[in-house]
């Protein structure tokens, strides 16, 4: 009888689903580096079971390392700050092959040792797989088009056109974070705590690509993922490049946002607005990786009449610095994995993309880049204080 059925069922789900992600890769692109401030390809293919295994068999359960040079080599991300690219070569890397050994060694002892693994661990493990089917899915979307494989996109809903327009939500109070009665969550997501908020209005739908292009004609620069050819402006989609959709909500920085939202005399949403807007708001469809790319910010439209999508069809950047919750503590299995992003750099986005697995549709979990990071599917949409 195993201890943990359905945690450990999950953890077998979120290896597959990273697996497939490994699959589109063309085999000699393993050392590809799609985007400058992240490690090369092959890291993320030793990095997911490299961290179950320190976790889980060296930290946890105290068992013996078998590869000390891959559990140290594939151990930790990079998130450099400007002006400071890593510089290793392809040669300081092992063969895929090499790897995918590693790999298979790791998950077969793991698969023993399951039974003993405290829960929380395992969450951690699962929780980290998938963070990583969104991350290492943004980091291939940047990879040249003839480096991967094709996958058939789903056609997103047809919907009508956005008539832009705001909502106003009274003031209140807003429920940030989480309790541990409540159920696992990462450290920066206890304690729960709860914000009082002067009433405010938000944008009902998300800033189309449409709206963005206005500020763009206006002198703006354009966002990472367009591109423009013969005059036309052209989306970079997850598998091809097709006519900019006006419709589809706009990937920007926070910077961009931030000055999108000045030149429109408004201002980005704090992360307490995000919840007051949010809290009885329905989840999009386009979320747990049903899709690559977005779908028009009003394909959800139906019987709520609140802001559109608030959760899924992109992460919504917020205008609060990623800082701790009042009673943070650092798990002290990983110490990391919030703190060092308390550094005035970061910014917390809300709401799921399309490649967000569900488990994160919590509304207590917290997403954080640095202000000026274009590659993720990171949208906004307007608040009015
Ligand atoms: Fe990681």
Redesign the pocket.
Known sequence: MLAHPDLIRRLAEARENTDELFQLVHPDAFYERPIPERHRILFYLG??EA?DWNLIARYALDRPAFHTEFDRLFA??IDPPPGQLPSDQPSDWPRPSEVEDYNRRVRGELDRLVDQVPEQYLHVAIE?HL??AE?FAYILHHLDYRHKAKVEEPAPRTAAMPSPRMVDIPAGTARLGRTPAEGFGWDNEFTAHEVEVPGFAIGRYKVTNGEYLEFVREGAAPPFFWVERGGEWYYRGMFSEIPLPLDWPVYTTFREAEAYARWRGKSIPTEPQFHRASCAAPVSRNVDFRRWDPAPVTADEGAWQGPQQLTGNGWEWTSTLFAPFPGFTPFPFYRNYSEPFFDGQHHVLKGASPRTAACFLRPSFRNWFRVGYPYIYATFRLADS
């Open positions: 990095h997911l961290f930790f991300g980290h963070m990583h991350t």
